[in-house]
């Protein structure tokens, strides 16, 4: 019988569940199921926690159809930042706010000011406090659903609820708990001061997981969740972590060097470091990875979101798009991607724009102008990263959209970096079970065999008549760093 790790990754769109043969480090079976979403025109993006453990089932049982497998272990990759709100009995009292719902601004703002302005929010856990993250939902939560605040006993974070289900044991680790706003990166832990400004009067120790460490096994699975996936009881659960920690376990950033681009409904880049990163702007997060370093990313809320908004807007397919991309320009147009608001830079009020449009622009000059704004917006990021210390010498790309070579091409031209895109398919939840392989081995799994693409980066005026149009567009939305009051 093949022995193999299991890999979950809860993400905003589906769950995936991966087998990552022991030895070989190769991916051998795959399963997912799709989630439904909440969205409202007010920012709101939730989920009720049921349709994740109902994703997992389905999944589960899809990726072990056919072949036995000897399970190793277990590990949980999950969309940071939500807010997951429990009752004495661990069930949710409500659906989970999610790392894109950008309704609370005015929390993030009075927070901010409690704690004495954004330079002390620094001091005290190495980021600001941002509308994706986890402590302004709690502070909206008081204020909107004030209920379910009273009924709610435990509060943790997607992965965490997971973990909770599959082993019935309550407990995070680093690289999650750093995406919360409540928690000290420097120091791996929870911020007193942080939580006092959202609540002073609850018991915080009880309600928040405590911290283990990221390579360790935190339970076993219980007898329910086994029956439920079709696995036997007692395998080894590790500590899991947020989806982009274990990307970057997935795709090997677990050392000082590479940076990683994720093409995901959000884009992130982010890098491994042995010290804290903290970038003096805020603007690259200073997370914690999942092994025990640390993990500066900076998130556009805006990437696949945005380019197949766009692809659907004028129904092409993939190979229509890539020849759009290829084409060559979009000329006098410029896109500012903001269509949900946006991260990075800060603007969770912001819109989309575009700008420079004329009667001899068709569908492939838009097309170009959305994923040129795209990929701009992920330059813009990686400016926030070599402020926090990061030097990128080239980038791996990975993610849904990093499967069209035109578009790992326009990276390539737009970031002036060589691009390398490896045939890594899956990283949150491939990342999952080598971080749960690690943990129940007690030493480094070694990385499947993978070919992979090297595109070079290409000198091309147009290319650099596109950044002069998106920055004096941001210039004129008043998205640029120097707009800080805006």
Not at 120 to 143: D, F, M, S
Not at 317 to 324: E, G, K, L, N
Not at 408 to 429: K, M, N, T, W, Y
Not at 435 to 454: D, I, T, Y
Request: glycine share 10%.
């Amino acid at each position: 019988m093949r022995r193999a790790f299991l890999g979950i990754d809860c993400g905003t769109q589906s769950t995936k569940v991966v087998l990552r043969d022991h030895a070989s480090g190769e991916i051998v079976a795959v399963g997912r199921a799709p989630h439904e979403l909440v969205e409202r025109d007010d920012g709101t993006r939730e989920q009720d926690p049921a349709w994740w453990i109902d994703a997992l089932r389905v999944a589960a049982r899809d990726a072990l159809r056919g072949e036995h497998f000897e399970i190793g272990g277990i590990g949980v990759s999950g969309q940071q930042h939500g807010l997951v709100c429990l009752d004495q009995s661990d069930r949710p009292v409500r659906a989970a706010k999610l790392w894109n719902d950008t309704t609370t601004a005015l929390q993030c703002d009075e927070l901010m000011r409690k704690l004495g302005g954004p330079s002390r929010v620094l001091q005290l856990i190495g980021n600001l406090i941002l509308p994706g993250y986890t402590a302004p939902k709690i502070a909206w939560l008081i204020a909107h659903d004030p209920d379910a605040y009273a009924r709610t006993a435990r509060m943790c974070l997607p992965h965490d609820y997971l973990n909770l289900w599959l082993t019935g044991q309550f407990v995070t680790e680093p690289g999650d708990a750093s995406g919360t706003a409540y928690f000290d990166v420097r120091t791996r832990r929870y911020s007193d001061e942080v939580l006092a400004a959202i609540d002073e009067r609850r018991d915080w120790k009880r309600t928040l997981p405590p911290v283990a460490p990221s390579i360790s096994v935190v339970g076993t699975l219980r007898r329910e969740a086994a029956n439920a996936l079709g696995l036997d009881e007692g395998i080894p659960v590790g500590a899991g972590g947020g989806d982009n920690m274990c990307a970057a376990i997935g795709c090997d950033i677990v050392a000082d060097g590479p940076v990683a681009v994720s093409l995901g409904t959000s884009g992130t880049v982010f890098a491994y470091r042995d010290e804290p990163a903290v970038d003096p702007l805020g603007e690259a997060a200073a997370f914690c990875d999942s092994t025990g370093g640390w993990l500066p990313l900076a998130a556009t809320l805006n990437c696949t979101s945005a380019t197949e908004w766009a692809r659907e807007l004028f129904a092409m397919d993939h190979a229509d798009v890539d020849a759009a991309i290829a084409d060559g320009g979009a000329p006098g147009l410029a896109f500012l991607p903001y269509l949900s608001g946006e991260r990075t830079p800060n603007r969770p009020r912001a819109a989309g724009i575009l700008a420079g449009l004329r009667p001899d622009h068709g569908r492939d000059a838009i097309i170009r102008a959305v994923f040129e704004g795209v990929t701009f917006g992920l330059a813009y990021a990686m400016e926030a990263l070599r402020r926090a210390g990061v030097a990128p010498a080239e980038v791996t790309l990975i993610g849904g959209g990093a499967a069209s070579a035109a578009w790992a091409q326009l990276c390539a031209d737009i970031f002036e970096l060589p691009v390398i895109r490896p045939s890594i398919g899956e990283a949150a939840a491939s990342g999952a079970a080598r971080q749960a392989q690690w943990a129940v081995e007690g030493k480094h799994p070694p990385l499947a065999n993978a070919s992979s693409r090297r595109f070079e980066p290409r000198v091309r005026p147009e290319v650099r008549e596109a950044a002069k149009r998106i920055a004096a567009l941001r210039e004129g939305a008043g998205t640029n760093r120097s707009d800080e009051s805006a």
